[in-house]
Every structure is written in structure tokens, then in C-alpha cells.
């Protein structure tokens, strides 16, 4: 029996790629999952094929963004299956562009799905958590660009560091309280899933976004060159378990992804800026 046998986790963005993989493999470990999605439709047709499969889930659609929808997801999370010990905070969008062309909805967009998310997440989740004494994880989906930061994605980046900061912390102040709540985060590569879709999501009152340039559509040819690299959702949600069972903080899917942060971690101490660009 492993670890998630018979406990609750729940899964932001579970409708699609890393967290339905995440929800999958979940329950293919014994595990119920409260399955959160902004996307109704493939929320009910994800959740509908994983219990004809015998899997015991519970779809919410939650808009991440909003502090009074996490609560109302942890509520019907308790009401249903008890104490959640598993949490997932990975739903996620990407914009791109020049930083200097980012639109005001662009960033409002991006930094209240993937920080706020994260963070209200963390608000609704751990305090019930610490309080039952039991030991859990919380799992965040952050990317490589928390730690490294390509031309064209100045505000994806802006937001990974930003949930490189949230787990750091929360692993710390846990740490300080002597919880057996542990911090692991994922830092994936380039993963096969639909996030180039994610305007499908996009909330109407923020449809202004960034318009194609010349600059981003060059920067979108060199990213294409590194196809070969991508992984699927499934590798990675089989290491973020992984790491989970064997308690590790930090996941990187794409091993040259470990050395290009060191290099620019060197690059900075040193006083310049690293080129995130690796050798292919
Ligand atoms: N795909 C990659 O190359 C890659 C690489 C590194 C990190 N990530 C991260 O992985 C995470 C999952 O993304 P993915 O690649 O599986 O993309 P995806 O688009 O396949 O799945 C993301 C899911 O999040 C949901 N979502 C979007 N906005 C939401 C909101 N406001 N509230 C609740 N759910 C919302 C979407 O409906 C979707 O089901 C993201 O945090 C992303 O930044 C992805």
C-alpha cells in the first residue's frame, strides 16, 4: 500500500494535461480526487471516464483566481471526503510576448490563475491541513522558468518565480512549525499538453491580449527547434509521485534543465546574466 492509498488529494487544472495526469495516476494509486477545472465541459467528461474506470473523484469547477471559489472547493472537499492531504495547486495559463508588449490583461490574467491560484490554494488547504496533525504534501506546478527566464515570456516567468517563492516559503514555515506537511515542486520542461489553448479559458472581461509580433513570432521558432525535448504529462506526473513518496522538494523532468540553472545562478553571482538558451 502506498502512501496515497485510501487519502484524499485534490488537483487544480485537472481537466487537462499535467493535472489530469496527476488525477490518473492518483487514483490508479488508491486515492480519491477532488478534481478542480474552470473548463465545465472537460471537467464532466474527464471526471465521467475516470469513474466509469472505477475511480472515486469529485469534479468542482473552480476559477482559481477567486479566494471565495478555493474556499467553497474546500468546503465540498471536506464535506465529501474528509481532511485532503494531497494538494495539488497546478492549474496554470502562459502568455507571451515582448515584457514591454504585455497587456495590463494579459498580466492581471496570468497573475491571478497562476499566483493567485497558488496562493489561495495554500490558504484554503494547509490550514485544515496542519491542524489534523496528519502528514500530507502540497504540490506545486511551477516550470523551469521559475528558475530560468527566456526572451518572449517575461510574465510566465514573472509568475514561476513567483510560485518558486510561495513553495520555498511554505516549506520553510512549515519546517518551522515541525509539520509533517512537506513542500514539493514540479519544474518541468516542455510538456505535451494544451497550454498553448489556454486562452480557451480566458475570462472575458480580460480579453485584451498580447498581439503576435515580429519578435515573438522569432522567438516561437527557436522554442520549436526544441520539440524533440517535450515529455508527456504522464513522465511528469509519475516523478511529481514520485518525489512525493521519497520526499523530495524540487522536480526537474529535463535533466540539461538542472545545469542551465546553475549556469545562471552562476551567471548572476558573477555579476551577469545568463542566456537560457541550451545547447541543443
Ligand atoms: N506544458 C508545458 O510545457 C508546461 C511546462 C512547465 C510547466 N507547466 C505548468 O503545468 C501546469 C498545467 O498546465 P498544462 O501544461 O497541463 O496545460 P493545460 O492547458 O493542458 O491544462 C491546464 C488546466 O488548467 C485549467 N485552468 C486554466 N485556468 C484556470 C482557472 N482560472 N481555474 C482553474 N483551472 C484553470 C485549464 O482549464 C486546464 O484544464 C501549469 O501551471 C503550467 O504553467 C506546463
Known amino acids: 500500500m ?3 492509498a485510501d487519502r484524499t488529494a485534490v488537483v487544480t487544472g485537472a481537466a487537462s494535461g499535467i493535472g489530469l495526469a496527476l ?3 492518483l487514483l490508479a494509486a488508491g486515492a480519491r480526487v477532488v478534481m478542480a477545472d474552470i473548463e465545465a465541459a472537460a471537467l464532466d467528461e474527464a471526471a465521467t ?5 472505477g475511480g472515486t473523484v469529485l469534479p468542482v469547477v473552480t476559477d482559481v483566481r477567486s479566494a471565495v471559489a478555493v474556499e467553497a472547493l474546500a468546503t465540498r472537499a471536506a464535506e465529501a471526503f474528509g481532511i485532503v492531504q494531497y494538494v495539488f495547486a497546478n492549474a496554470g495559463v502562459s502568455v507571451s510576448g515582448a515584457t514591454w508588449d504585455v497587456t495590463a490583461d494579459d498580466w492581471q490574467w496570468i497573475m491571478g490563475v497562476n499566483v493567485f ?3 489561495h490554494m495554500v490558504r484554503s488547504f494547509v490550514p485544515p491541513l496542519v491542524a489534523s ?3 500530507g504534501r502540497v504540490c506545486v506546478t511551477a516550470s ?3 528558475y530560468l527566464n527566456q526572451p518572449g515570456f517575461g510574465a510566465y516567468n514573472a509568475t514561476k518565480h513567483a510560485v518558486v517563492g510561495i513553495a520555498e516559503s511554505l516549506a520553510a514555515d512549515l ?3 515541525q509539520s509533517p506537511v512537506g513542500v514539493t515542486l514540479l519544474a518541468p520542461w516542455f510538456v505535451r499538453t494544451r497550454i498553448a489553448d489556454g486562452a480557451r479559458n480566458r475570462p472575458a472581461e480580460l480579453r485584451d491580449a498580447t498581439a503576435p509580433t515580429d519578435f515573438s513570432r522569432s522567438v516561437s521558432a527557436r522554442l520549436g527547434a526544441w520539440s524533440g525535448t517535450m515529455h508527456t504529462a504522464e513522465q511528469v506526473a509519475d516523478l511529481a509521485l514520485s518525489a512525493i513518496e521519497d520526499g523530495h522538494f524540487a522536480v526537474f523532468p529535463y535533466e540539461p534543465s538542472r545545469d542551465a540553472v546553475r549556469a545562471r545562478i552562476d551567471a548572476v553571482l558573477d555579476g551577469g546574466i545568463a542566456d537560457f538558451y541550451l545547447p541543443s
Open 2 to 4: 502506498g502512501i496515497f
Open 23 to 25: 488525477t490518473t495516476r
Open 49 to 53: 471516464a475516470l469513474t466509469a474506470a
Open 117 to 119: 491560484g497558488v496562493a
Open 133 to 135: 496533525g496528519l502528514p
Open 144 to 146: 523551469v522558468a521559475g
Open 175 to 177: 519546517r518551522e512549525i
